[in-house]
């Protein structure tokens, strides 16, 4: 007995779809649609903080490999918005590249290295696009070089202990 389309996952959906178009080529013109239909499905919107162009923008991902080529290496939760459940993803590795490019978020502490990647979180773990606006980000993040990292961290004893 076969399962219907709803029972299935995704990805068993995905897989019949493409089996089905290289065996039958164009003839199946709607099942093409259908394959483009559930792919985009799969993608969200996520906000990418550019430390080095210093410019935010929003991105399309679609799972870790995107979300590691935004940041440019592994990634690791940097910082969580709160109330929201949005997190910002960093290079779990960006302060052992010895990065020139820094930033923040107005009223944190926490510096972070390189590039980030925002995005939400679902009641389950799962990322999902995130509530916080690209409007914010823009106005909350603040840039910084080497030079002002360093003073930074000479003013407030940040690694003098």
Sequence with gaps: MKKKNKE????????????????????????IEEL??????????????????????EIDIDG??????????LIEIGHHFRPSADIIYVD????????DNF???????????GNGLIVGTGHQGEEKEPEITIEYVQKHVL???????????????IGNS
């Design 92 to 99: 779990e590795e960006g302060l052992l590249k010895e990065p």
């Design 143 to 157: 840039w910084m070089d080497a030079m002002t990292v360093a003073l930074y961290m000479a003013m407030t004893n």
């Design 103 to 113: 930033f923040a978020i107005e009223h944190e502490t926490q510096l972070l290295a």
């Design 36 to 57: 483009d239909k559930l792919m985009k499905e799969t993608q969200m919107k996520a906000i990418k903080i550019d430390a080095v162009n210093r410019k935010i923008e």
């Design 8 to 31: 299935r996952s995704l990805e068993e959906r995905i897989q019949i779809l493409e089996k089905s178009i290289l065996k039958h080529g164009d003839a199946h013109r709607s099942k």
């Design 64 to 73: 870790l490999p995107d979300m590691q080529a935004a940041v440019g290496g």
